[in-house]
């Protein structure tokens, strides 16, 4: 089947695929390049896209597409990551690219090779042995799906599997994963990009088992202090203290397995309220791992819909194009300075909708 012509959202709850509330079913047509999804919800009009941000945009892509590497990969100075790279491809294809296909197809398409190519028997996609590989493996599957769920590329779908199938076996009793592809700890900031992989994959048409899913959820909500907030793992004690970032990440991941509604989310949301974005930062700036945690706080209003999106996201929006680096186009900060751009870029781009990943409406209002 040719899935140019159907985007099938990765919001979509497939029955039996999680316990509790859904998100609705949206499958919905894919949006031709310059004709993004809107939905009721999420209206394309002035207060999201900008002439500013537009500009921004334009200048991150391009800065972004002169620091690719000749075998495909991004990161200067973690050569090689496959996590990076992932990301970097994923911003593209967020402005309506595809491998081979768009202004910056070329750019997805090596990444994509360099990806396919990282991926070992065992299903690790890992070809940087300096970092802890889940990490990377969890932005690589996800990136693999949005692909295939896009193009029905068979060379990707058997790649796809194989990683789907190391995320399963490495989940902890907990229900968790962490840096290593092995079931021993767990974290909630390993566990955010395993539950996106799964989900992505699982709209693609990849068998996901619905008890790793409930799995998770039992785990994240395990993860949730009294404030709302979410700790680093479980049973820390005195050092479970919520964060930004992790919070946003737990919250983020109730959403994906497909928890949208109850007190774990209305509590969640109003934690993630006294880091709202300003043009200074504000307290999210302080905590650190700003991108990262901005990058998940955007998902789950988006998801959240309604006031929660439409306050948060034209802050955030502003924020970035605050920092965005005059000279060259790019995003300094957590990490590479290609890791903090694909981040930016991506969050920046939420109203297009073009990776399936990112283009349902939220299930509140």
Partial sequence: MNRYARIIPSYIVIAGFVAGPAIPS???????????????????????????????????????????????SFGQGMSKHVGITSLCAMAFMQAGNLPGRGKYGVQVERALTFVVNSTQESGLIC?????????????????????????????????????????????????????????????ISVTILQVMALRAARDAGIK????????????????????????????????????FARSSAGLAALYYAGVSEGKEITKGLAYLKNFSPDKKGGRADAEGNFYYGQYYAVQAMFLA?????????????????????????LWEGDNTTEYATAMAL?????????????SGKGPGS
Wanted: charged letters at 20%.
């Fill in 127 to 187: 070809a940087d042995q300096s970092s802890p590989p889940m990490y990377g493996h969890g932005f690589a599957t996800l990136f693999l799906a949005e692909a295939y769920g896009m193009t029905g590329d068979e060379r990707v779908k058997e790649k796809l599997q194989k990683a789907i199938k190391l995320i399963q076996r490495s989940q902890n009793e907990q229900g968790g994963w962490r840096y290593q592809p092995a079931p021993i700890d767990a974290d």
């Fill in 26 to 72: 949206l499958a919905q047509e894919a949006p031709t390049p310059g004709s993004p999804a809107q939905t009721p919800d999420h209206p394309l009009v002035g207060t999201e896209l900008t002439a500013a941000e537009q500009l921004a945009v334009e200048k991150g892509l391009t800065a972004l597409a002169r620091a690719q590497q000749a075998d495909g």
């Fill in 208 to 243: 996901v088992e619905k008890e790793v899913i409930d799995r998770a959820i039992l785990y994240v909500r395990n993860c949730q202090n009294t404030d709302g907030g979410f700790s680093y793992q479980m049973n820390q004690g005195g050092g479970g203290a919520s964060g």
């Fill in 346 to 358: 991506l969050i920046l781009q939420m109203p297009n909708r073009y990776l399936p990943v990112y």
């Fill in 305 to 329: 819909g309604g006031e929660h999106w439409a306050k948060w996201y034209p802050a955030i929006r502003d924020n970035l194009i605050q920092r965005q680096r005059k000279a060259d186009g």
